[in-house]
Each structure stands twice: as structure tokens, then as C-alpha cells.
């Protein structure tokens, strides 16, 4: 039994609205997991240049550069950089009780002081989980007293060609499936960090999740 603190981070909670035995893995038994093939870093790698580019169409934004694993370092910094007056911050995080997650892009998108949280994929399209995966981040902000003003989900432009790559993005608004997904994160991340602190693996049968 693990007797650490447990900490869901978004992508351990993206993995357990997948499926709860995942989660229960990922935090329970991790030397089960398969070792990451070259292929998987491949995407890895890919997504993390994907990232990189999609700050320039942000640019003056402050990098927090704290170390994966260092949630506190990361929630301390990206503090520091909001009682600065930052208006575009790369990898904020934010925790409430035991949940984390770290914002892509997080910009201040008007005049009332409002911010944008700005998720960036390198997909083609929005898929059905990108909007889950924004709907936790805004839930967890939201428990940080930020005022948001839009969600949105920065993906690859199809039709862009190279050497071109001024249109390499779309900036698609989520905003309003946030909100009609809204209603429904508070239960799941209630039943999410039930499942995380129990320690008892789900009796969930293998299916296509």
C-alpha cells in the first residue's frame, strides 16, 4: 500500500475518467506499467515541440520551469508571476486540496482583468477528452479564486504547409462545452479522489476505454 500523500495530477486524472482501474494503477501498482516504446516518445517529444511553438503566438509570457515532479516549486512560482502583474504565463500550475494541474498557456484575455486558459494539442481537431481535459483545469482554477473569462484548444491547422507556418495553429473556443460539461467534474473528481485514497482496486472488466 502506497502510505505517500496522494497527489492527482491532470494527466493521472485524465487517466482515470478513462477508466478508475487506471488510475488505481498509475498510483498503486506503477511497476506494472509497459516501458515507454520509441514510438510513444516520439509523440512525447513531438507534443512537447508542438508546445513550444504555440507560445509564440503568445509571445512575453513567463516560462515556469520548475521540475515535473516539483508541484510546490511550480504553484509557488507561477503565484509569484500573478502577484507580478503577469499577463501570459507557460505552464502554470495550480493545486486545491490534493489535485494539480498545469496550464499550457494561461493568458489575460480582457479588460476586467479575466484570464483565458488555452490548452495546446497536436492534433488536427478537438477531441471529446481535450474538453475534459480543459473542463479539470478551469474546475481546479476556479478553486483558486482566478476569474476566467474562455477556454480554448490550440491545435495543428490541417491545411498549413511548410515553409509556411504562419497558420500552423487554430485557436478553437471551448468556452460553452465547458460550461455544459461543467455540472458533472465536481462528482467525478469527487469520485476520482475516492477511488485514489481507498487503495482498492476497481472491479472493472476490460473494455474499450
Not at 498509475?26 to 509523440?43: E, R
Not at 515541440?49 to 521540475?67: C, M, N, Q, S
Not at 493545486?95 to 493568458?107: E, Q
Not at 495546446?120 to 482554477?141: G, M, P
Amino acid at each position: 500500500m502506497n502510505k505517500r500523500p496522494i497527489t492527482l495530477s491532470k494527466t493521472r486524472l485524465m487517466h482515470g475518467l478513462q477508466c478508475h482501474k487506471a488510475l488505481y494503477y498509475d498510483l498503486y501498482q506503477p511497476k506494472l506499467a509497459a516501458p515507454i516504446t520509441d514510438d510513444q516518445q516520439a509523440l512525447f517529444d513531438q507534443g512537447r515541440e508542438v508546445g513550444e511553438l504555440a507560445r509564440e503566438k503568445f509571445p512575453g509570457g513567463t516560462l515556469i520551469d520548475a521540475p515535473p515532479w516539483d508541484w510546490d516549486q511550480a504553484i509557488r512560482k507561477t503565484r509569484a508571476e500573478l502577484d507580478a502583474g503577469a499577463n501570459t504565463i507557460y505552464e502554470a500550475a495550480f493545486g486545491f486540496d490534493r489535485f494539480f494541474c498545469r496550464v499550457d498557456i494561461l493568458h489575460r484575455s480582457d479588460p476586467m482583468g479575466r484570464w483565458s486558459v488555452i490548452e495546446v494539442k497536436s492534433t488536427t481537431s478537438v477531441k471529446e477528452d481535450h474538453i475534459s481535459d480543459v473542463a479539470i483545469q478551469c474546475w481546479i482554477l476556479s478553486r483558486n479564486n482566478m476569474e476566467l473569462e474562455g477556454a480554448h484548444v490550440m491545435h495543428i491547422n490541417n491545411l498549413c504547409r511548410y515553409p509556411e507556418l504562419e497558420n500552423l495553429f487554430t485557436l478553437t473556443d471551448v468556452t460553452q462545452q465547458i460550461r455544459d460539461a461543467y455540472p458533472t467534474v465536481t462528482k467525478k473528481m469527487g469520485d476520482l479522489y475516492s477511488v485514489a485514497t481507498k487503495g482498492v482496486e476497481p472491479q472493472i472488466p476490460i473494455g474499450p476505454y
